[in-house]
């Protein structure tokens, strides 16, 4: 159990370019979770994956938001024409239990718009 | 429609002293409820969680929470604070009929020596 991995740890963009995130959950966990948090904030739900497919996105989400889990496995969040409204924390979580969820959190990603 | 209300988004104990952090929650079935913690610049570890049985749920670190169907609260404890204990803490709501979890704002613990 190597943990829920996040890449990068941190990210700088200028305003209007695109970025792209990973997550690496935990091997055989069949759910997968993205969370944005900013300060002072608790994590707000995007969006979740079962297995390959996408079941709930969140309000949150704009258009210019974009989750994919190919595979089943590692999952990516693109973010298009990034805006200063979008900086925050985004977090990974993943888990396995269908009944009793329990999340596991990666160390998320910082992303900060300029 | 779900929300958790943590009362309280800065505590301030002196080492040794009873924590007490306060969440309530507000859900039209009877949910999942969790606690964790966030160090400086780390993801969210689990604390404790509460689904069914005994409503005094022990975590790690020697936490421990009530759940309290009456009152809708799941506050959390520890009888004495110590330094490392200082983080900021999530109170946390989930059923299965929303499949997702809901958050509150935080609390900021600081312990002070």
């Known amino acids: 159990d190597t943990g829920v991995s996040q890449n990068p740890r941190h990210k700088i963009t200028k305003r209007g370019q695109n970025v792209t995130f990973r997550c690496d959950p935990i091997?055989?966990?069949?759910?997968l979770y993205w969370y944005r948090q900013t300060l002072g904030q608790g994590p707000e739900f995007l969006t979740y994956f079962q297995n390959e497919a996408q079941l709930e996105k969140s309000r949150l989400l704009s258009d210019r938001f974009s989750a994919e889990r190919p595979k089943g496995s590692f999952s990516t969040l693109e973010i298009q024409r990034t805006e200063q409204g979008d900086s925050a924390m985004y977090l990974c979580a993943s888990s396995i239990e269908v009944t009793n969820e329990k999340l596991f959190f990666g160390s998320g990603t910082q992303l900060s718009v300029l | 429609a779900q929300s958790v209300t943590q009362l309280g988004s800065h505590v301030s104990v002196s080492e040794g002293a009873l924590v007490l952090l306060r969440c309530n929650y507000s859900s039209s079935v009877p949910p999942y409820l969790f606690w964790y913690v966030q160090y400086p610049n780390q993801g969210l570890q689990l604390l404790l969680k509460y689904t069914t049985g005994a409503t005094l749920v022990k975590g790690i670190n020697g936490f421990e929470a009530e759940f309290k169907k009456s009152e809708t609260s799941f506050h959390l404890t520890k009888p004495s604070a110590h330094m490392s204990d200082a983080a900021e803490y999530f109170c946390?709501?989930?059923?299965?009929?929303?499949?997702?979890?809901?958050f509150g704002t935080g609390t900021s613990l600081t312990v002070i020596p």
């Open positions: 946390a709501a989930f059923t299965n009929t929303g499949n997702q979890f809901y």
């Open positions: 091997s055989e966990h069949n759910r």
